[in-house]
Structures are given as C-alpha cells and as structure tokens.
C-alpha cells in the first residue's frame, strides 16, 4: 500500500475573501464557545448572549450595508461605462449617416453633370454630322471648294 506522504493531494485557494457566511459562522462558533468555557451564572451568561447578539446582528447589517453599497457602486460604474458605450455609436452611427448622405449628394452632382457632357456631345455630334450633308446637297460653298 502507499504511504500517506505519497497520495494525492488538492489545494483549493480562493482569490476573494470569505465574505458574510464564514464570518457569521465563526462569530456563532465563537460565542458558543465562550458560553461553554465562560464561568459565569445563567443571568451573566444570557445578558452577554444577548448583548453579542445585538453586536452580531450590528456587524451583519454593516456588513450587508457594505455589500450593497459596493453592488450599487459597481452597477452605477457599468451603467455609465453602457451609456457612454451606447452615447458612442449612436455618434458613429450619426456621423456615418451625415457622411453618406454628402457622399449621395456629391455622386448626385456628378451624375448630373455627366449626363450634360453626355447630352451636350450628342448635340454636337448631331451638329457635326448634319453639316456635311447640307454641303453635299448643292450648296455654294461646296461647288467653290471643288472648283477651286
């Protein structure tokens, strides 16, 4: 059989303190001890239960006072953290919307413009290629020019 030394063994570690329970447990322990090991009569003793009592309950409500005190901190902390988190991408989306809109805007006036460059070169080129055939049909400039 093996040893004891050689047996496995698993180490637990908390990063937190204890909180509320363990400290309630020992105070409990605590005070039963020193009934059980106090020398005093049963009046002593029950006005000293009584008086740890009220401290026990004292440190209790302090402690839960504390507890909700650091919860409320907290959640006060991650609902301003949410907000400015929301504030921000309601501006990116803002700012992206006013963005897009210029952008449609500017692609608007290009078109525009594309389509008078268009136009205007249809134009022309109709005006270009109906002038030879009014030179062609017999009109004196057309006869100097052969003439000549």
Known sequence: MRDRDEAPYIVIEREKG?????????ALVGAGLALLLAPQSGEETQEEIKARARKLKKAAQDRAREVQHNVEDRLNAVRENVQAR??????????????????????????????????????AARDVAAEPEEGAEGSPDAEDVKEG
């Open 18 to 26: 204890g909180g509320v329970g363990p400290f309630i447990l020992g």
């Open 86 to 123: 929301v504030e921000s991408v309601r501006e990116a989306v803002d700012s992206g919307r006013q963005a897009a809109l210029e952008a449609r805007d500017e692609l608007e006036r290009k078109l525009e413009r594309s389509k008078a460059a268009y136009r205007a070169g249809m134009e």
